[in-house]
């Protein structure tokens, strides 16, 4: 499978800020997703990157604060914006080479808000 | 939506130890998959295995689809095997996204 590189791999931030996170794919995927994981739970998407297009974000998430970029079909961005301490989780970016197979995931991006 | 529910929700074991991990899941889904976390946070893909069963080294997975479980065996455990281990479900028709389940905490003492 490809493999995803995200960095940072973690990062402590002051509540008010923002933080860019990043994940380059070393082969084209047709589907990128983002997810988040707070302190000892389960994985929730976010939202799906559409390449050159808005991301489709879930329930409970929304644009102003998670802006995503995805501006080719091996890069895209997610934006955690004016963080407060509830941010505090382990971000993570997965790809899909297509409807049916296997999902791959980033390193993880663990952000603690201060 | 879809409910995934993982059992044991913890598990502690002797190195060398045998151990069963379930997911159950309330509708029926298009695929199925097994990850394990490890404590740096990366999540590893063991098994794609939407039915049947795969063998993989110590590992093994079966899933029952039309009973909706699935079950990941992992035999004579390491100290490496711990972790938190996901199972994670897609419904299909057209919906690529994945829902994952509780997660069970494995964790092996020497």
């Known amino acids: 499978s490809a493999v995803i590189s995200q960095k940072p791999s973690r990062d402590i931030c002051q509540r008010g800020t923002s933080l860019t996170i990043q994940c380059q794919v070393d082969?084209?995927?047709?589907?990128m997703f983002w997810y988040r994981q707070q302190p000892g739970q389960s994985l929730t998407l976010i939202a799906t990157?559409?390449?050159?297009?808005?991301?489709?974000?879930e329930s409970g998430f929304v644009i102003d604060k998670f802006p995503i970029s995805r501006p080719n079909l091996t890069f895209s961005t997610l934006t955690v914006s004016n963080m407060s301490p509830e941010d505090s989780s382990i971000y993570l970016c997965?790809?899909?080479?297509?409807?049916?197979?296997?999902?791959?995931f980033g390193q993880g991006t663990r952000l603690t808000v201060v | 939506g879809i409910q995934v529910e993982q059992s044991p929700p913890d598990l502690i074991l002797q190195e060398g130890a045998n151990s069963t991990l379930r997911c159950n899941f309330s509708?029926?889904?298009?695929?199925l998959q097994w990850f394990h976390q490890n404590p740096w946070g990366q999540l590893i893909n063991l098994f794609y295995?939407?039915?049947g069963t795969k063998q993989n080294g110590r590992l093994s997975a079966t899933t029952v689809a039309t009973e909706r479980y699935s079950l990941l065996y992992i035999s004579s455990s390491q100290t490496t095997d711990s972790g938190v281990y996901f199972c994670?479900?897609?419904?299909?028709?057209?919906?690529?996204?994945?829902?994952f389940g509780t997660g069970t905490r494995l964790t092996i003492i020497p």
């Open positions: 997965s790809g899909r080479t297509g409807f049916d197979t296997e999902a791959f």
């Open positions: 082969s084209q995927v047709t589907m």
């Open positions: 990157a559409n390449q050159g297009s808005e991301a489709t974000y």
């Open positions: 509708d029926s889904v298009n695929n």
């Open positions: 295995i939407p039915s």
């Open positions: 994670a479900v897609e419904r299909g028709s057209g919906n690529e996204k994945l829902t």
